[in-house]
Structures are given as C-alpha cells and as structure tokens.
C-alpha cells in the first residue's frame, strides 16, 4: 500500500474509491466500510484510496483522545485490507477553515478524481462541521461522482465505535474490545533502552515507546508478547512509574521465561487481563513486593487459562 503524505504529494489522480475518516481501531465498523471500499475499487478498476489525518481534527480543537492504534498499526492494519494508497492530511489551520464545497472540489475533485465515495451515517466535513451526506449527495451528482452511506455496526445492540472501545479498554474489558476490534487489543512497537531499574531487582524489563500523549490502558496487566512469530506470556505496565517519580507514559513488560536481547526489534504486547490500576508505593521495596504479586497473578491466569 502507498502511503501519502500531505496533499501536496498527492499526484492528481484520474480516479479512484475513496472513504474518509480518522479510522482509530480500524474497528469492526470501519472494516464493513474498508472491505466495500476495496470490493468496488476493484469492479471499477480503480485505485482504492483511504483519507485520513496526521493530526485529528479533535486533536487540533483541543479535545484530544486516546488513540487506540498507533499510526505503524493503523496503517498496517489498512494494507492487511487490501486498500491501495492511504492520504495522510494533516489537519491545521489552513484546512480547519476550508469550507465543505472547497473541501469537495479541490480535495475530492481535482486532487483524488473521485469516482465513487464511501462515508459512514455520521460523516460530517468542512469548516464547522458544515457539511453533511445531504451536502455531499447534491454534490456528487454535480460532479458526477457516486456515493454511498455506510450503516454503523450494532453488536447486541451497541454501536460499535471507537469511543465505546476506550471505555472498554479503560474499564480493562478486553473480550468485549475483541469482539469490537475483531481481534485482541494489542500495542505494538521498537523495544529500547530503559534505566535498568527492573533488572537490579529481579524484573528485567523490555520498555516500548507508546508514542502518545494520552494511552487508551493505563494500569498493570496480564498480557502475551509477539516477537518473530513466537508468544510468550508476561505482566506489563503502562503509566508514568510515580514511585521512582516519572513523567512520561512507558509501557514496561517483564516477560516470563525469556531472555534474549530484543533492543530495537518490534514486538507486539496483546492484552489479556488487568491486574489493578497504577499506584504510588511508599517505598522501593512495597513496589518489588508488589511486582511479585503482580507476577504470580498473572502466571495464575495464564496457567488457568491452559487448564
């Protein structure tokens, strides 16, 4: 898959199916709207064409979330689809001030040659989130383009969106975030050096930049580890270490049985179980205590899950 950066790296097209949106989770729902998309790129003979923002608009308006995917995995997980090109826009102020037909006739027109659109029932676009799939419908016979509105997913009832996944998450339900994943949750990236504090005390620990500001889990967890195709079991937190007085977000997984150097290779961390919330400890030795606990709780789950 061609990944764009910018519109200005965008060689006008002469057509394609595309869809639009922030796509965190690449969700159940979004799948629905992904697999069509590539379904009729591919009756048309036409290149598919995913939309999406290097900033999110919230983001930008000051009302960031968390994101569920980092950009590596969101991007991965659009390939594994079979979309053909994926528009990375970042959204400041120049583009928060489009208005919704620029947006279409510059954007969708000239730049992507759009032949046929998919959007979901809540798509909204533009300046103030002026326009709608009314707006877009009316413009698309204009410009002779078709379109297509794509019906939210409901599981039992729920519709499925990336907000009611964070809720899950940080709730530290993960067999209902799987079901609306359509897979584990998980968090992937480049192990790298730490401050070594885990392995003066018996811990050794593999640290992974999240690479976000605010993280969908926040706490102690059981979790499984990938590293080139083989999975092994461990306990990972996620938080900003109060105890030893930290002020950045890491991700620290102690992985049970292992000891291979991992520096600079990706590994990815699958969620299973949460263990309890982040806390501060009194004293270094209450936090090896409770890492012990934490260890053997989770070694307790895994093996109950093999029982």
């Given at each position: 898959m061609e990944l764009i950066r910018g519109l200005h790296n965008l060689k006008s097209l002469s057509g394609c199916v595309l869809t639009i949106g922030n796509f965190d989770g690449v969700h159940v729902g979004h799948q629905e709207i992904l697999k069509k998309l590539v379904k009729k790129a591919k009756e048309l003979g036409l290149p598919s064409l995913v939309i999406s923002f290097s900033v999110t608009p919230e983001t930008f308006f000051g009302r960031p979330k968390a994101r569920i995917n980092n950009f590596r995995d969101k991007h991965l997980l659009l390939e594994s689809l079979g979309v053909d090109k994926h528009l990375l826009i970042r959204f400041n102020k120049s583009f928060s001030e489009l208005k919704a037909a620029d947006f279409v006739n510059k954007v969708l027109v000239e730049k992507t040659g759009v032949r046929y659109c998919l959007v979901g029932d809540d798509f909204r676009f533009g300046k103030g989130r002026e326009g709608d799939?009314?707006?877009?419908?009316?413009?698309?016979?204009?410009?002779?383009?078709?379109?297509?509105?794509?019906?939210?997913?409901?599981?039992?009832?729920?519709?499925?969106?990336?907000?009611?996944?964070?809720?899950?998450?940080?709730?530290?339900?993960?067999?209902?975030?799987?079901?609306?994943?359509?897979?584990?949750?998980?968090?992937?990236?480049?192990?790298?050096?730490?401050?070594?504090?885990?392995?003066?005390?018996?811990?050794?620990?593999?640290?992974?930049?999240?690479?976000?500001?605010?993280?969908?889990?926040?706490?102690?967890?059981?979790?499984?580890?990938?590293?080139?195709?083989?999975?092994?079991?461990?306990?990972?937190?996620?938080?900003?270490?109060?105890?030893?007085?930290?002020?950045?977000?890491?991700?620290?997984?102690?992985i049970f049985d292992f000891d291979q150097e991992i520096y600079s290779e990706y590994v990815k961390v699958i969620f299973r179980q949460k263990c309890r919330d982040e806390i501060k400890f009194g004293s270094f030795d209450e936090l090896k205590e409770q890492i012990q606990k934490d260890v053997e709780k989770s070694k307790f789950f895994f093996k109950a899950k093999k029982d």
């Open positions: 799939f009314s707006m877009l419908k009316q413009m698309s016979l204009e410009h002779n383009f078709e379109l297509q509105k794509i019906k939210g997913v409901s599981i039992e009832g729920l519709r499925v969106s990336s907000s009611e996944i964070r809720n899950m998450l940080s709730k530290g339900d993960f067999k209902s975030a799987e079901i609306f994943l359509g897979r584990p949750f998980s968090i992937s990236g480049k192990v790298a050096h730490g401050d070594q504090i885990g392995r003066t005390i018996g811990f050794p620990t593999a640290n992974i930049g999240i690479k976000r500001k605010l993280s969908p889990v926040l706490g102690v967890y059981s979790v499984n580890i990938v590293h080139n195709s083989d999975t092994y079991a461990g306990v990972c937190n996620v938080g900003r270490r109060p105890t030893l007085g930290g002020t950045k977000t890491l991700l620290e997984v102690f």
